[in-house]
Protein backbone atom coordinates (compact mmCIF):
# COMPACT_ATOMS: atom_id res chain seq x y z
CA UNK A 1 0.00 0.00 0.00
CA UNK A 2 1.71 3.17 -0.94
CA UNK A 3 2.12 5.34 1.94
CA UNK A 4 2.62 3.11 4.66
CA UNK A 5 6.32 2.82 6.36
CA UNK A 6 8.56 0.58 4.89
CA UNK A 7 11.79 0.60 7.26
CA UNK A 8 13.46 2.18 9.69
CA UNK A 9 16.96 3.09 9.70
CA UNK A 10 19.61 2.97 12.53
CA UNK A 11 23.70 3.33 12.85
CA UNK A 12 25.47 0.24 13.35
CA UNK A 13 29.16 0.57 14.72
CA UNK A 14 29.68 -3.46 14.07
CA UNK A 15 27.19 -4.94 11.26
CA UNK A 16 28.44 -8.36 12.50
CA UNK A 17 27.80 -7.79 16.42
CA UNK A 18 24.28 -6.42 15.47
CA UNK A 19 24.06 -8.68 12.96
CA UNK A 20 24.36 -11.16 15.89
CA UNK A 21 22.23 -9.69 18.31
CA UNK A 22 19.21 -9.29 15.57
CA UNK A 23 19.42 -12.65 14.85
CA UNK A 24 20.05 -13.84 17.57
CA UNK A 25 17.46 -12.57 20.29
CA UNK A 26 14.69 -11.08 18.19
CA UNK A 27 14.62 -14.05 15.12
CA UNK A 28 15.18 -11.65 12.36
CA UNK A 29 16.52 -12.92 9.06
CA UNK A 30 18.47 -10.50 6.17
CA UNK A 31 15.89 -9.43 3.87
CA UNK A 32 17.66 -7.65 1.46
CA UNK A 33 21.46 -6.00 1.68
CA UNK A 34 23.36 -3.35 -0.44
CA UNK A 35 26.87 -3.53 -0.24
CA UNK A 36 28.44 0.17 -1.54
CA UNK A 37 32.15 1.42 -1.72
CA UNK A 38 31.59 3.07 1.45
CA UNK A 39 28.51 2.04 3.63
CA UNK A 40 26.64 -1.15 3.98
CA UNK A 41 22.52 -1.84 4.72
CA UNK A 42 21.22 -4.98 5.61
CA UNK A 43 17.36 -5.07 5.78
CA UNK A 44 16.03 -7.61 8.81
CA UNK A 45 12.71 -9.05 9.65
CA UNK A 46 10.86 -11.83 11.30
CA UNK A 47 10.50 -14.81 8.66
CA UNK A 48 6.76 -14.14 8.69
CA UNK A 49 6.87 -10.88 7.92
CA UNK A 50 3.55 -9.35 6.69
CA UNK A 51 3.33 -7.85 3.33
CA UNK A 52 2.69 -4.58 4.77
CA UNK A 53 5.05 -4.92 8.11
CA UNK A 54 8.27 -2.76 8.23
CA UNK A 55 11.86 -4.51 7.72
CA UNK A 56 14.70 -2.85 10.40
CA UNK A 57 17.53 -1.53 8.10
CA UNK A 58 21.44 -1.56 9.84
CA UNK A 59 23.54 0.90 8.16
CA UNK A 60 27.03 0.18 8.97
CA UNK A 61 29.44 2.99 7.51
CA UNK A 62 33.01 1.56 6.44
CA UNK A 63 35.85 2.29 8.63
CA UNK A 64 36.08 3.51 12.40
CA UNK A 65 33.15 5.48 13.49
CA UNK A 66 31.17 6.38 16.42
CA UNK A 67 27.25 8.00 16.88
CA UNK A 68 25.63 10.14 19.06
CA UNK A 69 22.17 8.73 20.22
CA UNK A 70 20.42 12.11 20.53
CA UNK A 71 16.94 12.23 21.83
CA UNK A 72 14.90 13.29 19.26
CA UNK A 73 14.39 9.39 18.88
CA UNK A 74 13.24 7.38 20.73
CA UNK A 75 12.86 3.67 20.34
CA UNK A 76 11.90 1.21 18.24
CA UNK A 77 8.99 -1.28 18.87
CA UNK A 78 8.51 -4.80 18.70
CA UNK A 79 5.82 -7.42 19.20
CA UNK A 80 5.03 -10.38 21.51
CA UNK A 81 1.68 -11.60 21.85
CA UNK A 82 -0.79 -10.26 24.37
CA UNK A 83 0.09 -13.33 27.16
CA UNK A 84 4.20 -13.43 26.28
CA UNK A 85 5.35 -10.45 27.68
CA UNK A 86 7.44 -11.69 31.02
CA UNK A 87 8.00 -14.69 28.96
CA UNK A 88 9.82 -13.39 26.07
CA UNK A 89 11.48 -10.93 28.39
CA UNK A 90 13.13 -13.65 30.33
CA UNK A 91 14.19 -15.40 27.27
CA UNK A 92 16.04 -12.13 26.30
CA UNK A 93 17.61 -12.28 29.73
CA UNK A 94 18.55 -15.64 29.51
CA UNK A 95 20.65 -15.24 25.98
CA UNK A 96 22.36 -12.79 28.19
CA UNK A 97 20.81 -9.10 26.85
CA UNK A 98 21.26 -6.63 29.18
CA UNK A 99 18.28 -5.67 31.86
CA UNK A 100 17.21 -2.46 30.95
CA UNK A 101 13.68 -1.81 32.26
CA UNK A 102 11.57 -4.96 32.69
CA UNK A 103 8.31 -5.98 32.43
CA UNK A 104 6.56 -5.10 36.15
CA UNK A 105 8.82 -1.49 36.30
CA UNK A 106 6.49 -0.65 33.37
CA UNK A 107 3.24 -2.01 35.16
CA UNK A 108 3.33 -5.26 33.20
CA UNK A 109 2.15 -3.37 29.92
CA UNK A 110 5.61 -2.96 28.14
CA UNK A 111 9.26 -3.33 28.74
CA UNK A 112 12.55 -2.16 27.07
CA UNK A 113 15.76 -3.56 26.38
CA UNK A 114 18.47 -1.88 24.15
CA UNK A 115 21.02 -2.80 20.99
CA UNK A 116 24.79 -3.07 21.02
CA UNK A 117 24.69 0.54 20.26
CA UNK A 118 22.57 1.76 22.56
CA UNK A 119 19.32 1.74 20.16
CA UNK A 120 16.41 1.04 22.51
CA UNK A 121 14.00 -1.25 21.73
CA UNK A 122 10.62 -1.27 23.59
CA UNK A 123 8.57 -4.69 23.87
CA UNK A 124 4.66 -4.54 23.34
CA UNK A 125 1.60 -6.74 23.94
CA UNK A 126 -0.22 -7.24 20.35
CA UNK A 127 -2.74 -9.38 18.95
CA UNK A 128 -1.52 -9.30 15.62
CA UNK A 129 1.33 -9.30 13.99
CA UNK A 130 4.15 -11.57 13.52
CA UNK A 131 6.27 -12.11 17.33
CA UNK A 132 9.46 -9.53 17.19
CA UNK A 133 7.77 -7.70 14.09
CA UNK A 134 8.06 -3.70 14.35
CA UNK A 135 4.98 -1.85 15.52
CA UNK A 136 6.17 1.60 15.98
CA UNK A 137 9.10 3.56 15.88
CA UNK A 138 8.53 6.78 18.37
CA UNK A 139 10.49 9.90 17.59
CA UNK A 140 10.03 13.36 20.09
CA UNK A 141 8.41 16.25 18.71
CA UNK A 142 8.35 20.03 19.81
CA UNK A 143 5.50 20.92 18.93
CA UNK A 144 2.36 18.10 18.74
CA UNK A 145 -0.31 20.41 16.49
CA UNK A 146 2.35 20.94 13.69
CA UNK A 147 3.48 17.39 13.88
CA UNK A 148 0.46 16.00 13.60
CA UNK A 149 -0.43 18.58 10.80
CA UNK A 150 2.30 17.37 8.87
CA UNK A 151 1.89 13.49 8.98
CA UNK A 152 -1.70 14.60 8.11
CA UNK A 153 -1.86 16.70 5.59
CA UNK A 154 1.67 15.48 4.01
CA UNK A 155 1.22 12.00 4.00
CA UNK A 156 -2.40 11.32 4.49
CA UNK A 157 -2.25 9.59 8.09
CA UNK A 158 -4.42 9.74 10.32
CA UNK A 159 -4.83 8.41 14.30
CA UNK A 160 -4.82 4.90 15.38
CA UNK A 161 -4.10 5.64 19.27
CA UNK A 162 -3.31 8.19 21.55
CA UNK A 163 -2.40 8.41 25.46
CA UNK A 164 -2.28 11.50 26.87
CA UNK A 165 -0.68 11.88 30.81
CA UNK A 166 -0.32 14.85 32.93
CA UNK A 167 3.32 15.24 31.66
CA UNK A 168 3.28 14.06 27.96
CA UNK A 169 1.28 12.62 25.04
CA UNK A 170 1.53 10.31 22.58
CA UNK A 171 0.17 10.07 18.88
CA UNK A 172 0.30 6.92 16.88
CA UNK A 173 -0.23 7.53 13.15
CA UNK A 174 -0.52 5.34 9.91
CA UNK A 175 -2.12 6.26 6.46
CA UNK A 176 -6.27 5.40 6.43
CA UNK A 177 -6.67 1.75 5.37
CA UNK A 178 -3.11 0.56 6.47
CA UNK A 179 -2.93 -3.03 7.95
CA UNK A 180 -2.87 -3.74 11.53
CA UNK A 181 0.45 -4.95 11.00
CA UNK A 182 2.25 -2.13 9.23
CA UNK A 183 4.42 0.04 11.30
CA UNK A 184 3.26 3.61 13.28
CA UNK A 185 4.94 6.09 13.66
CA UNK A 186 4.51 7.49 17.39
CA UNK A 187 4.48 10.92 17.87
CA UNK A 188 6.14 12.00 21.39
CA UNK A 189 5.66 15.30 22.83
CA UNK A 190 6.10 16.70 26.32
CA UNK A 191 4.45 19.67 28.08
CA UNK A 192 7.57 21.17 29.34
CA UNK A 193 8.50 22.71 26.20
CA UNK A 194 12.17 20.67 26.21
CA UNK A 195 14.38 20.40 22.91
CA UNK A 196 15.79 17.95 21.52
CA UNK A 197 19.40 16.89 19.99
CA UNK A 198 18.82 15.12 16.54
CA UNK A 199 22.23 12.60 16.83
CA UNK A 200 23.28 10.58 14.17
CA UNK A 201 22.77 7.44 15.51
CA UNK A 202 19.12 6.79 13.82
CA UNK A 203 18.64 7.78 10.21
CA UNK A 204 15.01 7.87 9.07
CA UNK A 205 11.83 6.60 8.45
CA UNK A 206 11.05 5.03 4.94
CA UNK A 207 7.81 6.10 3.31
CA UNK A 208 6.69 3.34 0.19
CA UNK A 209 5.21 4.66 -2.46
CA UNK A 210 3.52 3.03 -5.94
CA UNK A 211 5.15 5.44 -8.48
CA UNK A 212 7.72 7.52 -6.98
CA UNK A 213 8.33 10.76 -8.89
CA UNK A 214 3.97 10.78 -8.73
CA UNK A 215 4.01 10.75 -4.51
CA UNK A 216 7.38 13.63 -4.21
CA UNK A 217 4.94 15.57 -6.95
CA UNK A 218 2.09 15.58 -4.64
CA UNK A 219 4.88 16.22 -1.12
CA UNK A 220 5.75 19.10 -3.14
CA UNK A 221 2.57 20.06 -3.62
CA UNK A 222 1.41 19.87 0.11
CA UNK A 223 4.47 22.08 1.03
CA UNK A 224 6.58 19.09 2.53
CA UNK A 225 10.31 19.88 2.42
CA UNK A 226 11.74 19.60 -0.75
CA UNK A 227 15.59 18.32 1.10
CA UNK A 228 16.47 15.58 -1.75
CA UNK A 229 14.61 15.29 -4.84
CA UNK A 230 14.66 12.14 -6.93
CA UNK A 231 17.15 13.39 -9.61
CA UNK A 232 19.73 14.23 -6.96
CA UNK A 233 19.00 10.59 -5.76
CA UNK A 234 19.59 8.95 -9.56
CA UNK A 235 15.89 8.61 -9.69
CA UNK A 236 16.36 5.35 -6.92
CA UNK A 237 14.46 7.05 -4.05
CA UNK A 238 14.25 10.77 -2.26
CA UNK A 239 14.10 12.59 0.68
CA UNK A 240 11.96 15.33 3.05
CA UNK A 241 12.26 16.11 6.80
CA UNK A 242 9.41 16.91 9.09
CA UNK A 243 8.98 20.11 11.43
CA UNK A 244 11.47 19.01 13.74
CA UNK A 245 14.11 17.70 11.37
CA UNK A 246 13.44 14.25 11.31
CA UNK A 247 14.61 12.54 7.92
CA UNK A 248 11.65 10.61 5.88
CA UNK A 249 12.52 8.96 2.63
CA UNK A 250 10.43 8.15 0.22
CA UNK A 251 11.46 5.01 -1.57
CA UNK A 252 9.67 2.35 -4.68
CA UNK A 253 7.40 0.29 -3.49
CA UNK A 254 9.37 -2.26 -5.62
CA UNK A 255 13.31 -0.62 -4.88
CA UNK A 256 15.55 -3.23 -5.09
CA UNK A 257 19.10 -2.15 -3.52
CA UNK A 258 21.95 -1.72 -5.79
CA UNK A 259 24.23 -5.46 -6.56
Same mark, same amino acid.
Given at each position: ????L???M??V???E? *?????????????????E?DTF????????D??EE????????? %?? @??T???GDAW????V???E?????????L???????Y?D?? *?????Y?F?K???G %?E?EI???? %?G????LD?????????????????????????????????????????G???????????????G??Y???DA?? %?????A? @?L????E??ME????D??????????????K?P??H????I?AD????E
Amino acid at each position: MSGTLDHVMIRVEDLEE *SLDWYTTHLGYEEKGRWEADTFTNVYLGPEDLHEEGAVLELTYN %HG @DNTYELGDAWGHIAVRVPEDELESSYQQLMDEGVEDYRDPE *SCGGRYAFVKDPDG %HEVEIVKRD %HGAKWSLDHTMIRVEDADEALGFWTRKFGYEHTGRWESDTFANYFMKPEGAAEEAMAVELTYNYDGRSYEMGDAWG %HLAVSAD @DLHDYWETLMEREAADYRDPESCDDMFAFTKDPDGHEIEVIPADFESPE
